[in-house]
């Protein structure tokens, strides 16, 4: 609505433009290997734009504070808190959301190890935990309890207390040992 | 948690983040946005124009010069733990890995880190303790400010509004000369309660300079100069380095205090990190 | 019955949705036409309000409603239990409104709600209101609260005091026995204020449907149909069979989605007025706010010895703080759920609590983890363990010195308390004795005096509790208040093919009763786990229930799905004898198979399942079909029991303190999945350890929460806790058919006063003989303990 009344009002092409880009950055960015074009508000969260944009869910808001790491994926990469970032700055980013962790049907170790070692309870903190961990596992594919745990110090659980859960990202360790 | 309106852009040069902040006068710099996202999210801070430097290339990097080792502002907490050159600057490494959590330290830049200058977070200190001269750039051209000059007070520094942050250089360690970080950690945020960096030169089994820098303990990082020249001349023992600590955080200074700490336990932790980061940069 | 899957850790049904991102939270939902919902809240703990001018929000762009206490401000929730002064006077209820008309009552109570097409914009708009308010003086303590002259919370509540109440022997013969003692404990402790912290944020979706005229209200609950009969019947007035309310995945609960929310109403009512659904999901800042809280007590206790070291009496005043209004179970929690579990594990002859319950400028105060039993045992163990340094005894035999004798309860009667309950069954001695052998007791004497010389201290500390769970008889509760039955409702069909669905009125949220109810039904009727479904959560396929909370789910609700399943037994055995020819009592039911006893001659039970729905060759006078619903309703609680074991470092310098070891030996009774019920007592323990150590909700002098965010309010994180070390002993329970007791809560309940025991015992190894350190025991506290007066 806007963009029309700048057209109407004789805006010139470049302020037109800026409008474009300054106001709706077009963002273009790969999730779970599919590509995806959108126009956002500057001030869209990228949580928000997997959930609502996107529909992908298992990315969680536990908190207002980039405290409780249930919103964990992977940016380029790298585990990083979707809640603390904007869809624009994922602009031209390759992205991995626990739905995309392992191919369709089957499971990833980390997500064999939390069921296997009964690493999850409610559910809510476990793709973030998931996440985290696939970050951790991949600087360090043979860590000990302690630096799971240090590992883990951006995630809150509240059912588990963590016990399960390093054990199942210790499956996972061991399990991928193994595979390779 | 949703910010407020705000437009988006993205720089692809140092040159043009300064044009455009000149032009903006409500706009921020966004680089990790760990800080400046999370205070929009609770709307404590409400910028018309986000300008995103975290992708400029010439503002990541890490280099080994001959007499510094030179990290770009973009840098992350990561690259820096992860990179070979500072292996030797050890305060950088144990501040480094003790920052947020690891998803934080993907994101978070030294450069954004030090502009927001929060008067606990643990890059100032060691920043301190190293010397580190800080690279800013603005209209006007570029300059060096030396960290003793940078921090000035609760989240300011000595940045003028149009000035970007563009590298911090860390003096190459002198032979003989080591450095530690200890940090006593707020339980919930991880930030620091106290951190304390402390850079010792010994030649000869003797302390022949020494810094010792806080974050944490007042409204601002400081060196504490009573603690380093109390050490200057004396053998690098655990007693004097004790005794040393002692005088850590006295003198006329703001201390800070929340429901963690006193200002009277604050201070008592101040000498105890003096103390164990000493004797960590001594090896003891 | 067969035990191919009872007492086997089988891995959880439901993790599959859980670990690939598919569970489905309320805030996952999207209708179609959905609107969003943000609540402007009180930024003052107590302020009158003068106007309130919405003009410019409401023409905000993207905003449909705008919803205030003018509008309705008369519906309000009601508190689920009634307790009566002690002179028999009815509690004070003031209402809670759903939007505040007049004055504010607590930091986040709730004054306008907006609705708009987007969160964003809702949220705009609401900054866009402007309220004037007068700012009146606030109290936030429960014992400052009743002193003359304190800010009232409600004019017509004199003294802030909801009721005072009482339970245990008649004082006079509580003070003799005290006057009689050769030594007396004496204890004034806070234990402090937690916010539950469920990792998901309450979420609600209101819905309405004109062509049906039917509600539909998604809800993070723990118990869907209780909310529905509060909501229809207390709050308003809606026909409930046009009400459907579903609880889908919950991510946590601890207590706080016990209650009806009036969040929870509020969208439903603005649903029907703009004739689309209204989503609202909280934000953590306003879960800190708003959630209910646990705990909170103020209290002096004193505990009497005699000169052999049995205890004689036991004597308590507490001031418990409810907040600024009732929440649903708020009254219980500090009467019922805690004076009546005073007898702990002692043979304490003379008990009295005296309860003064108290309202406040703060957040609701409910059941959290545990629920008042965490706080009786928190005042038993602390005196226990404080007594036996005081008076130079150890304090793992001044426990078993005073111990109950153990008792089965089918062979030996239950024990009768001085405070109303009679335990089922118990063995204490053993679970303490057990705990000892893990610690190795006499090997870490000789360490922690070791310990002492260094600047690590070493400090050991002990809990053996005991716990009523399984809630509860209706009759037994309703005598003493409570507005509902608390009964569970257990459905099995058997459809045509041999499947099974149950339906059952427990919620879980975390517990994994998909795998724990289907471990039951499938060894039961002999067929394999995957043949059954668990249903639950949806008040339009779940008959009826009462839900999930004080670690019910298997002790009533499994046993109401025994009921049905026993039924279900009972009627094959008669279809089969039928087929078969003979009487039905000559049916015996093993391992899938309706057998004539003594001979091969046998139908599975798929057969009988086909039979009952094609019923051609079929008893006369039998009904086709095989389908029954039970409601259980239980003859006793239950009282599982054990010993929790704290061992501690502290860093003498700073004071921090670390838990190098926790040793749990719990009895639960019988165990259908181990894993299960190991994790179950691993988080119990995260919590209770965090009230020890990390947690507790701070007010300002204003009323402001000062530490509401995951930056100032520590959750307890991986690298603060140690691998636990966990053993069982099992006393079932002899009044249910499970023999079950409940796993839930038992791990919060017993850990807190093991650690703070274990500080306190450090410091006293180190020379530094205090009698508390405030929770939770930061460092600072700690290392204050530990400076020269």
Known sequence: ?180 | ?284 | MSNKFIGKSVKRIEDKRFITGKGRYTDDIVLPGMTYAYILRSPYAHARIRSIDYSAAEAMQGVVTIMTGEEVGHYGVPCGWQVNFKNGDIMKEPPHPLLVKDKVRHVGDAVAMVVAETRELAQDAAEAIIIDYEVLPAVTDASKAVLPGAPLVHDDVPNNICFDWEIGNPKAEVDEAMASAHHITSLDFVNQRLSPNAMEPRSYIGQYDNVYDKYTLYTSTQNPHLIRLLMCAFVLGLPEHKVRVVGPDVGGGFGSKIYHYTEEALVTLASKKIGRPVKWTETRSEAFQTDAHGRDHVTHAEMGFDAQGNIVGLRIKTFANLGAYLSTFGTAVPTYLHGTLLQGLYTTPKIHLDMTCVFTHTTAVDAYRGAGRPEATFLLERLVDLAALEMGVDPAELRLKNFIPAFDGVTQPGYQTNVALQYDSGNYHSVLERGLEMLGYENFRKEQAEAAKTNKILGVGFSTYIEACGIAPSAVVGSLGARAGLYEVGQVRVQPTGKISVFTGAHSHGQGHETTFAQVVADRLGIPMEDVDIIHGDSDTVAFGMGTYGSRSLAVGGSAIVKSLDKIIEKGAKIAAHKLECSADDIEFKDGKFTVKGTDKSLSFGDIALTAYVPHVYPANLEPGLDFSSFYDPTNFTYPFGCHIAVVEIDKETGFTRVKRFIAVDDVGNVINPMIVDGQIHGGLAQGIGQALFEGVEFDENGQITNGSYMDYTMPRADDLPMFELDRQVTPCPHNPLGVKGAGEAGCIGSTPAVVNAVIDALWSAGHKVKDVRMPMTPERVWKAMQPA
Request: a negative charge; glycine letters at 10%.
């Open chain 1, 1 to 180: 609505m806007l963009c029309n009344t700048l057209k109407t009002n004789g805006f010139c092409a470049k302020a037109l433009n800026f409008y474009l880009t300054y106001i709706m950055p077009k963002i273009t960015l790969t999730v779970n290997g599919k590509t995806h074009t959108h126009e956002v508000e500057g001030r869209l969260l990228l949580v928000h734009y997997l959930r609502d944009t996107l529909g992908l869910t298992g990315t969680h808001v536990g908190c207002d504070t980039s405290s409780c790491g249930t919103c964990t994926i992977h940016l380029d990469g790298k585990a990083i808190k979707s809640c603390s970032l904007l869809a624009a700055q994922a602009d031209g980013s390759s992205i991995t959301t626990i739905e995309g962790l392992a191919p369709e049907g089957e499971l990833h170790p980390l997500q064999e190890g939390f069921k296997e070692e009964h690493g999850l309870q409610c559910g809510f903190c476990t793709p973030g935990m998931i996440m985290c961990a696939a970050d951790l596992l991949s600087r360090n594919p043979d860590p000990t309890e302690q630096e799971i745990r240090e590992g883990l110090e951006g995630n809150i659980c509240r059912c588990t207390g963590y016990h399960n859960i390093v054990r199942a990202i210790q499956y996972a360790a061991q399990k991928s040992a193994v595979a390779v």
């Open chain 2, 1 to 284: 948690m949703i910010p407020s309106s705000v437009d988006y852009t993205r720089a692809s040069s140092v040159g043009e983040a300064i044009r455009l902040l000149a032009e903006n006068p409500d706009a921020k710099l966004l680089a990790g946005g760990h800080s400046l996202i999370p205070a929009m999210k609770l709307r404590l801070n409400s910028p018309a124009l986000l300008i995103d430097i975290a992708r400029i290339a010439e503002l990541r990097f890490i280099e080994d010069t001959e007499n510094a080792i030179v990290i770009g502002a973009a840098s992350t907490h990561a690259d820096i733990i992860t990179n070979q050159y500072l292996k030797g600057l050890t305060a950088m490494i144990e501040a480094g890995e003790l920052i947020g959590d690891t998803q934080v330290r993907n994101m978070g830049t030294l450069g954004g880190s030090i502009a927001h200058a929060d008067p606990s977070a643990d890059w100032p200190a060691v920043l301190l303790a190293l010397e580190a001269q800080i690279k800013v750039q603005g209209a006007d051209g570029e300059r060096i400010i030396p960290a003793a000059e940078f921090f000035t007070g609760f989240f300011s520094t000595a940045l003028d509004s149009g000035e970007i942050v563009t590298e911090i250089h860390l003096p190459k360690a002198a032979v003989g000369s080591a450095s530690a970080y200890r940090k006593f950690m707020q339980p919930a945020s991880r930030f620091a309660i106290v951190g304390c960096a402390a850079s010792v030169t010994v030649e000869g089994g003797v302390i022949s300079a020494a810094n010792v820098a806080f974050t944490g303990v007042s409204d601002a990082a400081f060196l504490d100069e009573g603690v380093a020249s109390a050490l200057i001349g004396k053998s690098a023992t655990l007693e004097n380095i004790e005794a040393a600590a002692s005088a850590a955080a006295e003198g006329d200074m703001h201390i800070n205090e929340d429901h963690f700490a006193s200002q009277a336990y604050r201070k008592h932790l101040a000498k105890v990190y003096a103390k164990r980061a000493l004797a960590g940069a001594c090896g003891l």
